[in-house]
Structures are given as structure tokens and as C-alpha cells.
């Protein structure tokens, strides 16, 4: 891990300020400081003690990570790139980097955005998934995780590290211990999100009635009483999918982390249809997910049928009169 101290180039004070910058508006930034590091220790053996980033040791640092895709290239080469801007707003004069000489970025992946309906049909088909004597919650976990991933917009991580503890019955909260960004929050949950918890409790106890309150929300008996591991939710998800016959545009099947995009969505097309400001509401979405900013939020929302159609109905609301038409022939 990399500590302040570590940084002895010519650029240190500056490495160290920018990295108490970004942990103070609540980043860990503990991958990009080693990034930083490792470019620091590039400025130290260049042989000049006063060696600053220049287009030169720029390069060096850059032939440095040949071995890596692009898209870890692309990555780190960022990291630095944001750095520099940072020194540009006390140094005019030190370099940024030319971002049209990165590596391209890979086409991103497209989210798949699931609907109320296609929810309805995957909790249905949740029974039809196999249980044995060695796992006879099997069904039962895979339908509160989709119940939990869609209704919450947990990340993964933070679903399958939920404990029994982390439900409180009186508030109908689930408590999302620390994980990005070192955030932890209280959930509220729907009368109907709180039942299925309560139901698989209640049924989990029956089965396995020394249960501590620390177990795993969804354990794996296979894994000794752990938590399921992501392939183990996936290989049950994915059942569901096939059922179903739901494919992305490009034929595969949807990953975990789409539920995540279609929580987001799906709130900002209740909200469009409900008449609430959108942009009022943005700053509790990102608390909700679990962002330090609305900056996050706004990479799950994408702009798709029927948001697009809401979002402009509602624009045309408010200054559709501002818009007049063109008479004339365009004179």
C-alpha cells in the first residue's frame, strides 16, 4: 500500500496533497495512489533529482505497462491525467497529457434494463430451480436476491456480505456495512420488500435453527455456512434467465450488475410519470446507491425508450412555449 511518505520525486508534495484531496471528499484511493507511486518512482530514476513530468518521462511511464491491455492503460494513464489537471490550476505551465494519444476505449458493455413484468415472471420461475437435501434454500435465496438486487440496487458485493443482523424488523431497514467509497447506509424498504425478508428468515431458521445473527443473509451450506460466492449467484440467475428466455441485444445473458442500472432507471421513470422534479430527487438516489456524488448516478441512467419519451414530454412541459416555430421557409 502506498503511503504519503512513500513519494520522494520532485512532484511528492504535489502526489501527497492531490491524494489528501481525493480522500477527503470521501475517496479510499488506494489503486491510484500505487499508480502515482509507481510514476513517482519513474521521476526518481530518471536520473535527475529535479525531474518534473514531462512529455519524456511521460512516455517512459507510459512504455512502462506494455504488457497491459488498453483498457488498464487507458485506466492508469487517466488517473495521471487528472492529476495534472489538478497541478494546472497552481502551474500553468506543467504538462497535461495529450488524451487523443491514449489507448481507445473499448466499446462499453450495455446494460440490460429489466421491467416490473419481466421481475414478476423471474420471481415465478425462481421455484422451478433444483434444491437437494444439501441445499434446500436454493430456490428461496435466488428469488430474495432478485427481490433485494432490483428493488435496492445493491452492488454485489454489498448483497452477498449482508448479514441477518443487518435487517431490522421494527424499521423494515437493511443496513449496507461499509464497502465503496467506505460508505455504510440504512435502506428503507417496501411492506413487500420487508415480507419476503422476513419470509426467507423465517424459513432459513426452520431449516437451520442455530443460525447465529451474524450468518450470511444468503449462505451456501456447500460453502460451509459462508456466504454464496458470485458464481454460485450467477450459475442460479442465470437459470432464471434461460427460463425466461431474456438475452441482451447482443445475445447473452444479463449480468448482476444490470440490476444495479435498472433500479436506477426504473426510479427515475416513477418519478417522470409521478410528476416529481427529477433533478430535486438525484442527490437521494446517489445517497440510496451508495455515491459520494450525483456524478456516479448519472452512469446508470441511460437514456432509453421509455425515459427518453418521458424526458422529453417533460421538457416540452415546462419550455415547449420558449420554442417557436419556424415560419417562412427557414427566412
Same mark, same amino acid.
Given at each position: 500500500?502506498?503511503?504519503?511518505?512513500?513519494?520522494?520525486?520532485?512532484?511528492?508534495?504535489?502526489?501527497?496533497?492531490?491524494?489528501?484531496?481525493?480522500?477527503?471528499?470521501?475517496?479510499?484511493?488506494?489503486?491510484?495512489?500505487?499508480?502515482?507511486?509507481?510514476?513517482? *518512482? %519513474? &521521476?526518481?530514476? #530518471? @536520473?535527475?533529482?529535479? $525531474?518534473?513530468?514531462?512529455?519524456?518521462?511521460?512516455?517512459?511511464?507510459?512504455?512502462?505497462?506494455?504488457?497491459?491491455?488498453?483498457?488498464?492503460?487507458?485506466?492508469?494513464?487517466?488517473?495521471?491525467?487528472?492529476?495534472?489537471?489538478?497541478?494546472?490550476?497552481?502551474?500553468?505551465?506543467?504538462?497535461?497529457?495529450?488524451?487523443?494519444?491514449?489507448?481507445?476505449?473499448?466499446?462499453?458493455?450495455?446494460?440490460?434494463?429489466?421491467?416490473?413484468?419481466?421481475?414478476?415472471?423471474?420471481?415465478?420461475?425462481?421455484?422451478?430451480?433444483?434444491?437437494s437435501t444439501r441445499s434446500p434454500l436454493r430456490a428461496s435465496a435466488t428469488r430474495l436476491a432478485v427481490v433485494l438486487?432490483?428493488?435496492?440496487?445493491?452492488?454485489?458485493?454489498?448483497?452477498?456480505?449482508?448479514?441477518?443482523?443487518?435487517?431490522?424488523?421494527?424499521?423494515?431497514?437493511?443496513?449496507?456495512?461499509?464497502?465503496?467509497?467506505?460508505?455504510? *447506509? %440504512? &435502506?428503507?424498504? #417496501? @411492506?413487500?420488500?420487508? $415480507?419476503?425478508?422476513?419470509?426467507?428468515?423465517?424459513?432459513?431458521?426452520?431449516?437451520?435453527?442455530r443460525l447465529c445473527e451474524n450468518s450470511p443473509l444468503i449462505f451456501s451450506p456447500f460453502r460451509g455456512g459462508r456466504?454464496?460466492?458470485?458464481?454460485?449467484?450467477?450459475?442460479?440467475?442465470?437459470?432464471?434467465?434461460?427460463?425466461?428466455?431474456?438475452?441482451?441485444?447482443?445475445?447473452?445473458?444479463?449480468?448482476?450488475?444490470?440490476?444495479?442500472?435498472?433500479?436506477?432507471?426504473?426510479?427515475?421513470?416513477?418519478?417522470?410519470?409521478?410528476?416529481?422534479?427529477?433533478?430535486?430527487?438525484?442527490?437521494?438516489?446517489?445517497?440510496?446507491?451508495?455515491?459520494?456524488?450525483?456524478?456516479?448516478?448519472?452512469?446508470?441512467?441511460?437514456?432509453?425508450?421509455?425515459?427518453?419519451?418521458?424526458?422529453?414530454?417533460?421538457?416540452?412541459?415546462?419550455?415547449?412555449?420558449?420554442?417557436?416555430?419556424?415560419?417562412?421557409?427557414?427566412?
Open positions: 500500500m502506498a503511503t504519503k511518505e512513500s513519494f520522494r520525486s520532485s512532484v511528492a508534495t504535489e502526489f501527497r496533497n492531490y491524494i489528501s484531496h481525493k480522500q477527503a471528499l470521501g475517496y479510499c484511493f488506494e489503486s491510484q495512489s500505487m499508480i502515482l507511486l509507481y510514476l513517482d *518512482r %519513474i &521521476l526518481c530514476e #530518471s @536520473g535527475k533529482p529535479s $525531474s518534473d513530468i514531462t512529455v519524456e518521462t511521460f512516455r517512459q511511464w507510459c512504455q512502462s505497462m506494455e504488457s497491459n491491455c488498453s483498457t488498464t492503460k487507458l485506466k492508469r494513464m487517466r488517473i495521471v491525467w487528472n492529476f495534472c489537471l489538478y497541478r494546472r490550476r497552481r502551474n500553468p505551465n506543467c504538462l497535461v497529457p495529450d488524451t487523443t494519444q491514449f489507448p481507445k476505449l473499448n466499446q462499453a458493455v450495455q446494460p440490460y434494463i429489466f421491467s416490473d413484468i419481466e421481475i414478476s415472471r423471474l420471481l415465478a420461475y425462481s421455484d422451478s430451480i433444483p434444491v438486487l432490483y428493488t435496492t440496487g445493491l452492488r454485489r458485493g454489498e448483497l452477498l456480505r449482508l448479514t441477518r443482523a443487518d435487517y431490522r424488523p421494527l424499521e423494515q431497514t437493511l443496513t449496507v456495512q461499509p464497502s465503496k467509497f467506505h460508505k455504510m *447506509r %440504512i &435502506l428503507p424498504l #417496501s @411492506g413487500d420488500v420487508a $415480507s419476503e425478508v422476513e419470509i426467507f428468515l423465517e424459513k432459513s431458521k426452520s431449516i437451520y435453527p456466504a454464496y460466492g458470485h458464481a454460485q449467484l450467477k450459475r442460479n440467475l442465470d437459470i432464471l434467465f434461460n427460463l425466461d428466455s431474456i438475452r441482451k441485444s447482443d445475445g447473452r445473458l444479463p449480468r448482476i450488475h444490470d440490476f444495479r442500472f435498472a433500479f436506477a432507471v426504473n426510479a427515475i421513470l416513477r418519478w417522470y410519470r409521478n410528476g416529481v422534479n427529477v433533478q430535486a430527487k438525484l442527490p437521494f438516489l446517489a445517497a440510496y446507491m451508495g455515491h459520494i456524488s450525483i456524478n456516479s448516478t448519472y452512469y446508470y441512467l441511460r437514456f432509453v425508450e421509455p425515459l427518453a419519451s418521458l424526458a422529453s414530454s417533460a421538457f416540452a412541459a415546462h419550455f415547449g412555449d420558449l420554442i417557436q416555430g419556424v415560419e417562412g421557409g427557414g427566412q
